[in-house]
């Protein structure tokens, strides 16, 4: 047969760029990126190292092809295969007996980051009768637009449009690594055509070092930082008046609040020159138009982060930079049917809902707190998405399965994530999955998650399936594209392994598209696109409008802000019922509170994000080994000849939770910092007990914990921990060459 190109994406982060890909015989054998379709083909591509993993992974010999059943001990690692059917009607035959034996919340459901579509899973959750749908958002985003929403009625997204925009803020985000594309090549561009820049982080990162101002925080002391912030641009007059009287409410107590704050005490506070909050401040609230980026840096320093959004939006609103062009857009409910609707939420029932373990931890990520926020923004037709805003807590979901406590949850279906690596506590975790009654893993490969389970199924991937982001649906946009070729072997969609199950449980009707492209082409349908429509471009996205709450609603008026007051509350009227306060307080994130002078008095941060890998992706790849062969622990060269070491060694870091090792890099950051990374262990050694793919030796979640540390979201402290660093002496599975690893890795 002749070759063919097809169009298809990449999917090896949350870009999925263009792709044409050129099949022959029903193999595909190259890819090159499509200029004709989103986002910006051969551009982004041409800096991105992961795209002709397409070609190799496909077919790669780790894949999981058949479905695979556990044979002997949980986590042995001997397997059987089996059918689809098999699999399929063991699975619902035993969620059917445990639902009768402890109801349908028995059931949990674990997700990760923004890899596939989540809505099947919910779906089916949904329509189980169980609420306890875990993932990492409490520590990912959900306190961000949680804050977003309360304070303008909707979320908010940067528009850095170089020439208008004149400052951007920077803020526990670096996009030179975390979003290696489009979006850092634009702040690149915007700082080449003299735009500021000013970075709040701990380290001295690829975006720092091209910043106006650098500000090297003391981690976890954000919230303060920012009302410092907040008291300059007040005190030297900096506030956009018009705006505030127009559309704010709460200024004066804002200001009273802020007023303690001068640049000698947030300094103090955050370990920075005060001279420095000074002049961020102004760099940002002199310009005309400013924008913020905010990143995980403030989203995993538990009580601390929605103190800190909160003030971020408060920034935002009294320098008169909401809904404005080159600051920050106001986002729109999709035209596309909403992951809402997708998901059946609305089809939850009481009992259900009743079963939601946040409610009395986290009221305001609940069903109440969802329903209060939902009855505000449905003024203005905006209906927010139901799963972010109420997954249950890890620690909490954990929590049941070891102690049964409030009731138990005996199960467990895990899509997309590898909580042994990922989420908080690595060996609590573990214990907690080990003790299931049934575990089931939709992967591509045998990850150490995947090893403990009782169901192992194959997972379509790229290219063998189609895909499109939404972004959760707070906006109204969404890009995309088809499938290369059917999938491989007895590979499936993760929809088809939830539909098929669904209807197995008596979900019959609620599941009436085949396949996963019909599903999109029904989702796209309300916009007035078929999937092959949307297909041409791979991209819906209607150029947004700004200013919209000076729009004149039916009754002549503007129609402001989704909020009680139909203002920007600086004052939240919301919060406070929800365990918040009406002001952004000056709390102190992570778990510093644990520290000992003694022993731990270092300060840990986790997962700043370094190519060419993603969380605990692609360290199967041997090109990537061989340039990026050791987890490492980066110190600045004071620290580091403090302590006697020097680069390249080995070394263990230890908190109170417990101790990984990793090889010592330099480089310029605070002094008292200690940067290690995170999702490491070896695809190449023998999955299963006793090494579990080597997830004890380097894996940061060791050091970690997920605790419910704030009392609104749940959020927990991935950074501002605190540790200590010892030399190594011992035996270290990564060496400088992945030959050399893999060959140890297999003898042990
Ligand atoms: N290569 C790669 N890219 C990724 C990912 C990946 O795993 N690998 N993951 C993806 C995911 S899931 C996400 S959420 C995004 C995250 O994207 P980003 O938010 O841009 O993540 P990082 O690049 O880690 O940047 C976070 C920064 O916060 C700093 N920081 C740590 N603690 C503090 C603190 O207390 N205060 C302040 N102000 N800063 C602090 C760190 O030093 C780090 O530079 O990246 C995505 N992209
Ligand atoms: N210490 C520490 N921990 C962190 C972070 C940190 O900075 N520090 N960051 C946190 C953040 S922001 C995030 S988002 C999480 C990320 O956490 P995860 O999402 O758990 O991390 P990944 O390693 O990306 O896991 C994805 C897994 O899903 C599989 N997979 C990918 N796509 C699909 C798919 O479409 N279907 C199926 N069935 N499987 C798929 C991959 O093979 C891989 O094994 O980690 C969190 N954990
Ligand atoms: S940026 Fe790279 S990894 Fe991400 S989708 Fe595009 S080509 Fe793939
Ligand atoms: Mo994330």
Redesign the pocket.
């Known amino acids: 047969m002749a070759a063919e190109e097809r169009p298809t994406n990449c999917q090896y982060c949350g870009y999925d760029c263009a792709l044409l890909a050129r099949v022959e015989d029903g193999q595909v054998t190259g890819v090159r990126p499509d200029p004709a379709r989103y986002p910006y083909g051969g551009e982004v591509m041409a800096n991105c190292r992961r795209w002709p993993m397409n070609v190799e992974a496909l077919d790669a010999p780790d894949r999981i092809n058949v479905p695979l059943r556990r044979r002997g001990q949980r986590g042995s690692g001997q397997w059987d295969e089996v059918s689809w059917d098999e699999a399929l009607d063991d699975i619902a035959a035993r969620l059917t007996a445990l639902a009768e034996a402890y109801g349908p919340r028995v059931l949990a459901s674990a997700i990760?980051?923004p890899?596939?579509s989540y809505w099947p899973l919910h779906r089916f959750m949904n329509l189980f009768g169980s609420p306890n749908n875990m993932g990492?958002g409490q520590?990912?985003w959900n306190p961000r637009i949680w804050m977003d929403m309360v304070t303008f009625g909707w979320t908010v997204e940067a528009d850095i449009v170089p020439g208008v925009t004149e400052c951007v803020l920077v803020w526990g985000a670096n996009p030179a690594q975390s979003d290696n594309s489009a979006f850092w090549r634009h702040i690149c561009s915007y700082q080449e055509r003299g735009g500021a820049l000013v970075v709040v982080d701990p380290r001295c990162t690829e975006v720092a070092q091209i910043a106006d101002a650098w500000v090297p925080i003391r981690p976890g002391t954000d919230a303060v930082f920012g009302l410092g912030l907040l008291n300059v641009i007040i005190s030297e007059g900096l506030v956009d008046q018009e705006f505030v009287e127009r559309w704010c409410v709460g200024f004066e107590s804002l200001a009273a609040h802020v007023a303690p704050f001068s640049p000698q005490v947030v300094g103090e506070a955050c370990g920075v020159n005060p001279q420095d909050v000074v002049r961020a401040a102004r760099l940002f609230g002199q310009a005309r138009a400013a924008a913020v980026v905010s990143g995980?840096g403030i989203d995993?320093v538990g009580a601390a982060v929605p103190h800190i959004h909160r003030a971020i939006c408060c920034l935002r609103a009294i320098t008169g930079n909401v809904d404005k062009p080159g600051a920050c857009v106001l986002a729109e409910s999709p035209d596309f049917t909403s992951e809402l609707v997708m998901e059946m939420s609305d089809a939850m029932g009481e009992r259900c809902r009743e079963a939601c373990l946040n409610t009395a931890v986290t009221p305001l990520q609940s069903y109440e707190g969802y329903g209060a926020l939902r009855r505000l923004t449905e003024r203005l037709r905006r209906v927010p998405p139901m799963r972010y805003l109420t997954s249950a807590h890890p620690h909490l979901v954990l929590k049941a399965m070891e102690s049964g406590e409030p009731y138990p949850i005996r199960a467990l279906v895990v899509?997309?994530?590898?909580?042994l690596?990922?989420?908080?506590d690595s060996d609590r975790v573990r214990r907690a999955l080990q003790g299931l009654d049934l575990l089931v893993v939709?992967?591509?490969?045998m990850?150490p998650t995947a090893s403990l389970a009782d169901y192992v199924l194959p997972?379509a991937?790229a290219m063998e399936r189609p895909v499109l982001q939404v972004h959760g649906g707070v906006a109204n946009a969404a890009y995309g594209g088809p499938a290369a070729l059917e999938p491989l072997y007895d590979r499936r969609s993760?929809y088809d392994f939830f539909r098929e199950l669904g209807l197995r449980l008596g979900q019959e009707g609620a599941w009436p598209e085949e396949s996963l492209e019909e599903a999109f082409g029904a989702q796209m349908a309300t916009a007035g696109l078929t999937w092959q429509s949307f297909c041409e471009t791979g991209l819906y996205w209607p150029t947004p409008i700004y200013r919209k709450h000076e729009t004149l609603g039916d009754d002549g008026l503007p129609v402001g802000f989704a909020t009680e007051t139909g203002k920007i509350e600086l004052e939240s009227r919301f919060l406070p019922r929800f365990g918040g306060s009406p002001l952004p307080q000056p709390a102190v994130g992570g778990r510093m509170d644990e520290a000992d002078e003694a022993a731990r008095s270092l300060v840990l941060i986790?997962?700043a994000r370094r190519q060419p890998y993603?969380?605990?992706?692609y360290f199967e790849n041997p090109r990537f080994r061989k340039s990026c062969p050791a987890p490492q622990a980066t110190v600045s060269p004071a620290l580091a000849k403090r302590l006697g070491l020097q680069e390249g060694d080995r070394v263990t870091v230890t908190s109170a939770t417990g101790s990984a090792r990793f090889q010592l890099a330099l480089a310029e950051m605070r002094d008292d910092v200690v940067s290690v990374d995170?999702?490491w262990w070896h695809p190449e050694w023998e999955p299963g007990a006793p090494l579990l793919g080597g997830m004890e030796e380097s894996n940061?979640?060791l050091l970690?914990l997920c605790r419910v540390e704030e009392p609104m979201v749940g959020t927990w402290s991935?950074n501002a921990i605190p540790c200590w660093l010892e030399p190594w002496t011992g035996p270290f599975s990564w060496t400088d060459s992945y030959q050399e690893t893999s060959e140890k890795g297999q003898a042990q």
């Open positions: 990760g980051g890899h596939a990492i520590i990912c995980r995993q899509q997309a994530t590898n909580p690596l990922t989420y908080g939709l992967e591509y490969r990850t997972a991937a993760d986790t997962g993603n969380a605990s992706m995170y999702g940061a979640n970690t991935y």
